[in-house]
């Protein structure tokens, strides 16, 4: 058979695509095989297969709190980055430009930083300040904020820009509007998306993040990442439940990030969310 | 409707100066068009009425009233941006009603004012569209309902028909002078457009570096640039630099004219294409065709004439029709009649 040379560099990007993904979903494939499996010993594929794995995950009142706690975290960790941010990037756009160099560093520095040298950071500076929030989850929180905090400050700051928020508040202005109302009724239905995509990869951050919940509050406040550790190293050690707990954590991660990226499809384009808006062609 | 006054504004940025001791009075129910270059402070200006920008000096009174230090939401004021500037989740008709939501005017009222204004820019059939559903010219139109949605004592619009292609700037244009003499509103436009200017203004002023060159109506600021910077950027003119004899300048026959009263040893005369005269009887001075120009109904000639040891080049608009024997390379007499010149000192 003599191959159509035209046809050449399409299957070539065909067979790296294709081998791109059975990269990417191998591994998420094995866990989730393990996740079902009765035994996995010398073979390619598991002896047998069960659904009792996930049952006796859901049942696991240890599991659930766990979860819950977890949920709470990234939740309380969410809404204070929406409460903290979206007010001092809308300050920055509106009032003082001139701080914008200072918030852009700020949001370099958790990706400089490893999240170890973060954490004793901020447990040197609390000891030494405000020693009573030590091993707290409100301190948990704020520091799952401040290093999720580029992620929601890149996401808020390209949708205020998309919107051009400095000229609707202009216009709001002129229009009669209070700054509440401009705020409320004209700047947030326009970055909508925006905070949704933040507030996604912040939830995503919180959920995931291991060594701050490490090393700031340990087991007193146990979550799925230090959860997963314990069934990894611990003498129940618990290896189908871990793929279970590990193909759930990947789920929520993915929906978030899909979602995300669903929102922020068609580049330069205004989205909102607001019922019965509409997006800008 | 209100007045506008404007008293020694002044606004720097930095080391720029944007206004400089700037004063203007409008009368109620006036169309003034501030006109001007890039960076010649009209919209500094705009702005300083509006209270988007605060004036480091001077005054700004709506209708005898100080409103400097009142904030934009308080000032009796409408205005149009360049771009729209529409609020894209909100339909037409939401946006008209924006500013009598954000001044609390009851429902029904608020309802009433909308279909009002709504046949006033001929969107009735759009009201319940979105921004992006709509072309520009009538998102433009939204934008004019808007503005005067709360029944605002002035009307400002910066540039707002610079975002529209030719056609629908014209007819846009047109709308906006019909709607602002049937409301009777103090309007202020700013524009870099000479012939949106001429054609929409009671008056035009001409703005120079942060200063008001000269207010007039647009036939007097046509036809009497009384600076040479008016004369110089209103218009289609020829500018000709000539040496000043005994109180006189000449040009050949071309021109002739005494300028009483002019201390310069060099003068700048101006003169429109349109009042360059061809001679029929063989007077005037002759000058040849270098390149001619079809422009539909005129055609442009540019001439070349020699007189004083001097070499003028001029151009000239002719009828089509008058000009269709004419070719490059022909001599034609020519002469500029002096109530048509105008004249400035060359050092000035």
């Known amino acids: 058979m003599v191959l159509d040379r035209r046809r050449l560099p399409s299957l070539g990007r065909g067979l790296l695509l294709a081998g791109l993904v059975i990269y990417l979903l191998l591994p998420i494939a094995a866990v989730l095989l393990y996740a079902f499996s009765t035994r996995w010993t010398s073979h390619l594929l598991p002896d047998g297969y069960t659904a009792s794995h996930w049952l006796q995950a859901l049942a696991d009142p240890r599991l659930v709190a766990v979860m819950l706690r977890t949920l709470g975290l990234a939740l309380l960790v969410t809404l204070l980055d929406i409460l903290l941010i979206v007010p001092a990037i809308y300050w920055q756009w509106i009032y003082n430009p001139r701080i914008r160099p200072h918030l852009e560093l700020t949001a370099a520095i958790p990706f400089v930083l490893p999240y170890v040298v973060i954490a004793f950071g901020i447990l040197s500076l609390s000891g030494q300040f405000l020693p009573a929030v030590q091993g707290t989850v409100g301190l948990l929180a704020l520091s799952h904020g401040v290093v999720a905090f580029p992620f929601f400050y890149w996401a808020v700051d390209n949708a205020m820009a998309a919107a051009d928020v400095a000229l609707l508040n202009e216009v709001a202005k002129t229009c009669g509007a209070s700054p509440w109302r401009s705020l409320v009724q004209v700047i947030l239905p326009n970055i909508s998306v925006g905070i949704a995509t933040g507030s996604m990869l912040v939830f995503a951050v919180s959920f995931n993040e291991f060594a701050l919940v490490q090393i700031l509050v340990g087991a007193r406040y146990e979550t799925v990442s230090l959860y997963s550790l314990d069934l990894l190293t611990g003498t129940n050690a618990d290896f189908n439940k871990l793929a279970v707990i590990t193909m759930f954590t990947f789920v929520v991660v993915f929906t978030l990030s899909a979602l995300s990226v669903y929102l922020n499809r068609g580049q330069g384009q205004t989205r909102r969310l607001m019922i019965g808006s509409r997006s800008k062609a | ?348």
């Open chain 2, 1 to 348: 409707m209100g007045s506008v006054s404007l008293r020694h504004i002044t606004k720097h940025y930095g080391s720029v100066c944007a206004l400089d001791q700037l004063c203007l009075d409008i009368p109620a129910g006036e169309l003034v068009v501030l006109l001007g270059s890039s960076g010649c402070g009209k919209t500094t200006l705009l702005r300083s009425v509006a209270g988007l920008e605060r004036p480091d000096q001077g005054q700004v009174l709506i209708d005898g009233q100080d409103v400097t230090a009142l904030a934009t939401r308080h000032r009796p004021i409408g205005m149009v941006f360049q771009s729209y500037a529409l609020f894209p989740h909100m339909t037409v008709r939401q946006n008209i009603a924006f500013p009598l939501r954000a001044r609390q005017r009851p429902a029904h009222r608020r309802a009433s004012r909308v279909e009002e204004l709504l046949e006033l820019v001929h969107l009735g059939p759009q009201a319940d569209r979105f921004p992006n559903q709509l072309s520009g010219g009538q998102q433009q139109r939204a934008s004019l309902a808007r503005a005067l949605a709360a029944s605002p004592q002035v009307l400002l619009l910066d540039e707002p028909l610079s975002a529209l292609d030719a056609l629908v700037r014209q007819q846009l244009r047109e709308e906006i002078r019909r709607i602002q003499k049937t409301l009777q509103i103090t309007t202020l436009f700013v524009t870099h457009d000479q012939a949106e200017a001429m054609a929409i203004a009671d008056r035009v002023a001409v703005m120079r570096q942060g200063r008001i060159e000269q207010i007039a109506t647009p036939l007097e600021l046509y036809e009497t640039p009384s600076t040479r910077f008016s004369a110089s950027f209103v218009g289609n003119r020829n500018a000709l630099e000539l040496p000043l004899q005994d109180g006189r300048i000449r040009f050949g026959q071309v021109l002739d004219m005494a300028v009483p009263g002019l201390a310069s040893r060099r003068a700048i005369v101006f003169f429109r294409p349109e009042d360059v005269e061809f001679s029929q009887n063989g007077v005037g001075h002759p000058a040849k065709i270098e390149s001619k120009i079809f422009q539909g109904a005129h055609t442009r000639l540019h001439l070349v004439a020699e007189a004083e040891g001097l070499m003028g080049r001029f151009y000239a608009d002719l009828p089509s029709r008058q000009a269709h024997s004419l070719e490059p390379g022909n001599t034609v007499k020519v002469s500029i009649h002096p109530s048509r010149a105008r004249v400035f000192p060359a050092d000035g």
